[in-house]
C-alpha cells in the first residue's frame, strides 16, 4: 500500500526538557519512504540520526508550547506477511543481533511466563503455529479496554487482569513468544485503518531467518502499518521520551490510502 | 593487576538444552587476555563469537552432567578508575550506542525511580558527584545479606526491603543512575580478593566520555576486575541462560594475582 | 465542634448491582450523632445495620442511575488528640481485638518494610516519638499529587513512586507504624476544611491502651473529623463496595460548622 | 476421625522476641478436643487465650533456644463436607461477621482477578458447582513444586508463574472465590496423612449458610483435618508472629489416627 502519514504533536514544556524522538518513518527493507518532512514549531534545532537499520531518532532540547510536525508518504509494499508454517530457529542458529529479543525486559517480564507458555503452548505445532496460538490466546483471553492500564503496566499485569490497550496486547504477545525462545520484539507504527488513530505498537516475531509483524489486537490489518522503531517494548520504542515531565496538548494523526 | 582466573561449573541437563554461555574475558580495551582456554567435559560442540566491542558468547546444545572449565590470564592495567570530578552528558551528546543505557529494562525500572532520585540526588553536584552520592546512599541504606532475594528480585524490591546481593546492589545503582539522566549498565566479571569468590556484578556510568566501573558493594577493589560481559541488567549478562530449568552440581571460581 | 455533613453519591449501574454501604458516620465514643438522614433516590430497601463498634452499614441491590443522600449533624467534641508522649504495648498487653491491625494487609504489606522502619525509626523515642517521626517523614517524602495512584496501589508502590493522595499517605503511614509493632488501622472520615471537599482518609494509632486519629496529610485538622468506619486499609473502609463495575455520575460532599 | 497430633517447634531468638502463637487445635463447634498439653522447654510464662469462635492463641517473650510442644487428641467427627448442590448468598443475606472474607487481603488480592474469574467461572453454575470449578482449575494448572514460592508470594504471583505449595494453592483459590462475591478465608490444619507431614493450609468457603473446607492441593483428605484457626490469608494463621527476625532449628510434625 502506498500510505499517507500525517502527525502533530503538541506539547507543553515547563522549562528546558531533553527528548528523543521516534516520529519519523524507518528507512527499512520492508518499505520506501517516498517524501517526509519533520519540523518543529517554534522552531528548534534537532539532531536527527539514522541507524544502520533504518530507525530514525532526533534528540532536541525543547521549552515552552511545542508542536511537531511529520508528513510523509512510504510504500510498504515490499512487506512479507507471516507465511503459513515455519519453524522456530535453534538459538545455535540465530543472527548475534536476533539474540536480545530472546531475554526478558522491562514490560515483558518472559522468564515468569515459562510455565506458563510451556503448558498452554508447548505442543502447538513449528514455530509459526505456536505464535498462532500465542496470537489467538491473547485475543481470546485479554479484553481490549481504554483505562485500565498506565504507562508503568507490565505483561504481568496484563495476564492478570485480562485487559489492556494495544501496548498490553504487545507486552503479552511478546512475552509468551520470548518464553517459547522464540524471539520477538515491539515496533511501533503508524496504522492504516486503526480506529480511533493513533500510534499502534505491533509484536514482530524471528522465524524462518527473517521478522514478521503480528498483531495481537486485531485492530488494524499489518498490510497497513509504516513502520518507525522496533526493540525490546514499549521503553525502547517511545515516541517521545523526555528527562522530565511535560503535558500532551495535542495528538493528532491521519493515516490515509494515496 | 595480571590476574588468574580459574572456573569450573558442573551443571546437569534433564534432555538436551539449548545454552548461552557468557564466562570469558572481554576482548575489550581496558584489559589483555595474555593466554585462555574453554574446554568442556564430556566434549561439546561450542559456537564461539566475539562481538565488536569485545564481549565473547559462546551457544552449546548441553545434555547430561557437564563441566564448563575456563582458564585465563588478563593483564587489567589499561582500566582508568572514576576521576574525581566531570559532568554528565547531555542526551543530544552521548552517542549512539549508549542511549540505550538511558533506558528501564527487567530489573531496573528506573522510570519509577524519577522522583525519589531528583529528591535525593538532584543536587549533589556534577556527574561524579551525583554518582558518588548514589554510591554511598546505596551502601549505607542496603544491607547485604544472601538468600534476602531471588533470580526474579528487581531493584523495586531491594530498594523496599533495604537488602540484597551484589546483583540487587548493581540493579539499584544502575535504576538510581538512569533516573538521573545517566547512562549506566552492569557488567559481570572475576573479582580479586571477593569472599566468598563468585561471579560479581557491578555498574558501569557513563561520564565524560567514557564508561566506568563502580561497585555499590565494596566489597571487591575496582582495580582487581577481570570483565566478562555487559548489558542492560542481569539478563543480558548471565553466564549461563538455559531454554529449560537445569541443576547446579557444581561452581568453583578463582581469582588469584599472578 | 459541631459538624453539618451533606453528601449526595450519584452512581449508575447497567444491571442489578450488589452494594455495601459504608457513609453513615459512626456511633462511636467520641462522637455523638445529633440527627442525620440517608435516602436513596429513586427509592430502594436498605438493610442498615450498627456493628457493636458503632459502623453502621447499609446493603442493597441499586440498579439505574440512583443518588445516595446523607445529611447529618455531629458533634465530635468528645475526641481526645494524641497526647505528646506514651508508649507502645507490648504485644502481650494489647486486647485480643487490636492484634488484627499488627498485621500485614492488601494496601499495606508491612511485613516488606521492616527493615526499613528499624532502621529508620527504631531509636526514635517512645510510642509516640515514633509515630511522629514516622508523619513527619511520610510528609517530607511523599508528595501529594492527584492523578499518581490508582485503586489498585498499594504502601509498596507508594513508598517508591513518592507521590500519592490520602489514601496513600495513610497506607504509607499505617505500614510504617505496624513495622514498629504498632497497631494502625485505616479510617473513612468526613473532614472540615478539607480542599477541594471528598471523602478523607486518615490513620489511627493504638498506642497508650486507646486509638488515636492521626493524619499524614496534613491537609486538615484531626478535630474536625467526622468518623465513619476503620478497617485494615482502603478496602474495608470503600464508601461504596460493589460486586460489579459501575459509573460515579457526581459525589458531592460538604463540611461546615454549624 | 480420632486423630493424635504431636508438634515440636524449636527455635533460636536472639534477644527477647514477642510471640504469637497459633498451633493449638480449635475448639470449634465442628471438632472436640479430648485432650492437649501446651509446653515450652525451657519454661515460659505464656497468656492463653480463646476466641468466641474457638480460635486460641498464646502470646509469650521468648529468648535462646525454645522448643515448644504440643500434644493433642481431637475428634473432628461432626465436620460436614461441602455438599453436592448449593447456592452462594446474596451480599445482603451474609451474616455481618462473614463480610470481612469477600474483600481483598494482602496475600489474596480478589480485586485484579475479577475479570479472569467472572470470565472463566461465570457461568459455572450453581454456588457449588462454582467452587468446584475453581478448585478443578487450580489443581490443573498449578504445579505442586517446593521452593518455588517465599512467606512474601501473593496469588498475583502464583497465578502467573502457575507453582507453589499449600499455601499458594489456598491463596488462589480464596482469591478467585471472592473475586466470584463467594466469602473464602483461610484455615490453618494438622493433617492426616499429609506427606511429608507439615502445618497444612486450606480454604473455607462460605454456601448455604455455613463454612465449608475445601483442599485445591488435593494431599490430605479433608476428613482428616484438625482445625486451627483461620483468617484472611496466612498473615493472619501463622503459627508463629514475632516481631524479629528468628531461626527455625527443627519443626517435628505428626498427626495419626487413634
Avoid at 15 to 33: F, M
Avoid at 211 to 219: A, I, N, S, Y
Avoid at 239 to 248: K, N, Y
Amino acid at each position: 500500500m502506498k500510505l499517507r502519514v500525517s502527525t502533530t504533536l503538541t506539547y507543553r514544556f515547563s522549562g528546558p526538557t531533553q527528548t528523543i524522538g521516534l516520529i519519523q518513518a524507518a528507512k527499512s527493507p520492508d518499505q520506501t519512504i517516498l517524501d517526509e518532512n519533520l519540523t518543529c514549531e517554534p522552531n528548534a534545532s534537532q539532531k536527527c540520526e539514522a541507524e544502520p537499520d533504518g530507525t530514525r531518532r532526533f534528540r532536541a532540547s525543547l521549552d515552552g508550547e511545542v508542536a511537531i510536525n511529520y508528513l510523509a508518504t512510504v510504500d510498504n509494499g515490499q512487506r512479507q506477511l507471516l507465511p503459513a508454517t515455519g519453524s522456530q530457529h535453534l538459538w545455535s542458529d540465530l543472527p548475534l543481533e536476533v539474540l536480545p529479543y530472546l531475554l526478558p525486559s522491562r514490560f515483558c517480564p518472559s522468564d515468569r511466563f515459562q510455565r506458563f507458555a510451556q503448558r498452554e503452548f508447548g505442543n502447538a505445532g513449528d514455530g509459526v503455529a505456536r505464535v498462532m496460538a500465542v496470537l489467538g490466546w491473547v485475543h481470546d483471553h485479554i479484553d481490549y479496554v481504554v483505562g485500565t492500564s498506565t504507562a508503568e503496566t507490565t505483561a504481568a499485569e496484563t495476564f492478570m487482569t485480562r485487559a489492556g490497550v494495544c501496548r498490553d496486547f504487545t507486552h503479552l504477545t511478546i512475552s509468551l513468544c520470548r518464553a517459547l525462545s522464540i524471539p520477538a520484539r515491539a515496533v511501533s507504527a503508524y496504522a492504516f485503518a486503526l480506529e480511533p488513530p493513533d500510534f499502534h505498537a505491533i509484536a514482530e516475531v524471528y522465524l524462518e531467518g527473517a521478522w514478521w509483524l503480528v498483531d495481537g489486537t486485531r485492530l488494524a490489518p499489518v498490510e497497513g502499518m509504516v513502520r518507525i522503531a522496533h526493540g525490546r517494548d514499549a521503553a525502547d520504542i517511545a515516541f517521545l521520551t523526555t528527562d522530565r515531565a511535560c503535558q500532551v496538548v495535542a495528538q493528532i494523526i491521519e493515516v490515509s490510502e494515496t
